[in-house]
């Protein structure tokens, strides 16, 4: 009843989507007759027996479903609806692009896991699949653009080839793209048939099948805890080396440009042990290098541990929200995904630069198989600009952590992001960003002229009043320099042996093969037969996933170039190395 006694209304769904109403007539207990009060009475205490074995043997859900006529609200219900059987779904072929982050490759793989298990075949060719899932990136406006140009492309092979198969030609649009745009790509552009937001994949088939019905299949809701730690993604590449370990979603950060907390939602993290059995699965497929992706990885903490830990934030760094308190943390994670196998490179990404304290940096120290090679997204040089994206540090207080990771892990190298034209920036901010360039000195940084994304605070409360034409030439220049100081670096790895993981051929000759070092440096040599081992007679050629040595000889920008000396492996070379450093002492 309502507060002031009017009737009151219950509502629900019809078939054609409106919302249909039941008035339930209730009247105040005061305007009760006596005679209505006792037959109430009565009804309770003398039938209520009676009542209860009426409803117990009264007709169930099912007399309804069954006995419903084509004019009934209630629709007939199968016992197995098509997402729920694979052998219904044998025919049904998914081909599925990436645009975006390597959190979306790893997305792309959990996609695959879902429809494989639902009893879909993955494709490779567009023209033999009957469902097309573009997996987007929303995070600039030169990505977004790109996938709204592909969408209008497949727009028109949809009404050219629908017509002549027997599932008509569906297309769905997932990940970031999807919250932000969902009405627009189904309703007002009518382009795309199924929407479904990065924490709803599981839900894909069950989409995929309301799409075949005519209906509007979207799912954009953001989840507290779904992190799919109970799906083992299915591998896009095979016989790749490399793989994308996803240990958290969402982002608590609130950076004022950064829209991934509206399209991924809050920060939350997998259990300790589902990434360690991952890591085991990977292992044992031959794997030789892991990468650990969150959008704020080394904030990663697993809450489901009874563990009491905390996170000790450096000198200088702040928050905007209340941190999670007990569970695993990063370090944790490190220490036992380093020690599954140590001959596989650990890497990770993208962490912030509050988030390294000691003990991290120990750890990385410590395990010869964790790359020294740190990703610390600076965005800006100049303290105020900081200030306005809300990065929680000033430009003194990142470059005393660069200091501080340099004396803890000897040979590090950094790697950062960087956002030309910024709402405010001017050019002695600027300046700063390219200061600061300089003085690092980067093994690599991506750059990117600033473009603002709606939901942001940025949005809300900031303008975007730097040109366009200034912005790129404030990115060329940041380039630039950049450039310049990697070359600067290289050139003192002359004469230096590396560690290199093979990759395979080179793509500008045959005869030239690539790899990668700690750094993730790609370095070129020429494909001969070497020694198996240091000072071996036994000598065969290269494979990809091997570990050699490679002495550098020469060096661009981009890649060192050099000659493969002989086979090792991590553990051997490492060991070697801290002989010889200790021998030097």
Known sequence: ????????????????????????????????????????????????????????????????????????????????????????????????????????????????????????????????????????????????????????????????????????????????????????????????????????????????????????????????????????????NEESKTAFI???????????????????????????????????????????????????????????????????????????????????????????VSDVNPEIRIRFTSPHPKDFPDDVLHVINEKHNICKLLHLPAQSGNSEILRKMRRGYTRETYLELIDHVRNIIPGVAFTSDFICGFCDETEEAHQETLSLIKEVKYEYAYIFPYSMRPKTPAHRHLEDNVPKEVKKRRVEEAFRVFRDCTLELHRKEIGNYHLIQVLGMSKRSELQWSGRNDWNTKVIYPQVPIPIAEGSNDWRLPNAGDYIVVQINDCTSQVLKGRAMYHTTLQEFYRKQSQKISQCI
């Open 1 to 236: 009843m309502t507060k002031d006694g009017e009737p009151q209304t219950s509502a629900f769904h019809g078939k054609d989507g409106h919302d249909t109403f039941t008035e339930v007539s209730r009247v105040r207990p005061s305007s009760l007759s006596s005679e209505t009060s006792s037959l109430r009475t009565k009804f309770s205490y003398e039938n209520v027996e009676t009542f209860k074995e009426k409803v117990l043997n009264g007709p169930s859900l099912s007399d309804f479903i069954n006995k419903s006529d084509s004019s009934s609200v209630i629709e007939t219900v199968v016992d197995h609806p098509p997402y729920i059987t694979p052998q219904n779904n044998q025919s049904r072929k998914i081909y599925i692009e990436t645009y975006g982050c390597q959190m979306n490759v790893n997305d792309t793989e959990i996609i695959y896991s879902i429809f494989k298990n639902a009893g879909f075949e993955i494709v490779n060719d567009i023209d033999k699949t009957d469902v097309i899932f573009i997996v987007t990136c929303a995070i600039r406006e030169g990505a977004e653009q790109k996938i709204w140009n592909r969408l209008k492309h497949l727009k028109h092979l949809k009404i050219k080839r629908s017509k002549k198969r027997e599932h008509k030609l569906k297309i769905g649009l997932l990940g970031c793209m999807a919250e932000r745009l969902k009405h627009k790509v189904i309703e007002k552009e009518n382009i795309v048939d199924i929407v479904a937001g990065p924490d709803s994949y599981k839900d894909l088939p069950n989409l995929l099948s309301l799409a075949d019905e005519g209906q509007e299949a979207i799912n954009v809701m953001l989840s507290a805890d779904e992190t799919y730690a109970d799906i083992m993604p299915v591998r896009i």
């Open 246 to 336: 996803s240990i958290m979603r969402g982002c608590d950060n609130m950076c004022t440009y950064c829209i991934v907390p509206f399209t991924r939602g809050i920060e939350r993290s997998r259990p300790v042990s589902s990434i360690v059995d991952e890591v085991k699965y990977l292992s044992d497929l031959g794997v030789k290098e892991i990468t650990l992706l969150g959008q704020n990885v080394n904030s990663y903490r697993d809450t489901t541990s009874e563990i009491q830990k905390d996170i000790v934030l450096s000198s200088g760094f702040n928050t905007v929200y209340k941190r999670k308190r007990g569970g695993f943390l990063f370090a944790d994670l490190l220490d036992k």
